[in-house]
């Protein structure tokens, strides 16, 4: 399976992007500033209410979501190179670790201490 970069992704896509990141602004919002009272600290912010907060998040995730366009497909790309990352009782560990592990000898050495 390829992986598309995100100038790629249909529009509605995009905007979806757009809109879980913003609900997880509002989520925030919602059950961390709202209900431990840390609105107090925050200048121009208005309880249950549009306010500039949410006006300048809904900015910067335009902004970041535009940059993302334009951006250079090779950014958006993984690399082949990154192998994938699989459990194992020891922890993480990559499958090319795992793999070049048995080939240098100073880590067979370290293993085996």
């Known amino acids: 399976m390829e992986t598309l970069p995100f100038k790629q992704l249909p529009l ?3 905007i979806a992007v757009g809109v879980v990141f913003y609900n997880a602004w509002w989520s925030i919002e919602e059950f961390v500033i ?3 009272g840390l609105w107090k600290y ?3 912010y208005k ?3 549009p306010c500039v907060w949410d006006l300048a998040v809904a900015v910067i995730i335009s902004v970041a979501t535009f ?3 334009l951006l250079p497909s090779s950014y958006c790309v993984a ?3 990154h192998a994938p990352v699989v ?3 020891a922890g993480l560990r990559s499958e090319r670790n795992r793999a070049n592990r048995w080939r240098n000898p100073a880590i067979n050495m370290a293993m085996k201490m």
């Open 12 to 14: 509605v896509l995009k």
């Open 34 to 36: 709202d209900r431990h």
């Open 42 to 44: 925050m200048p121009y």
């Open 47 to 49: 309880v249950a209410d």
């Open 67 to 69: 940059a993302l366009l």
């Open 79 to 81: 690399s082949p190179h």
């Open 87 to 89: 459990v194992s009782a």
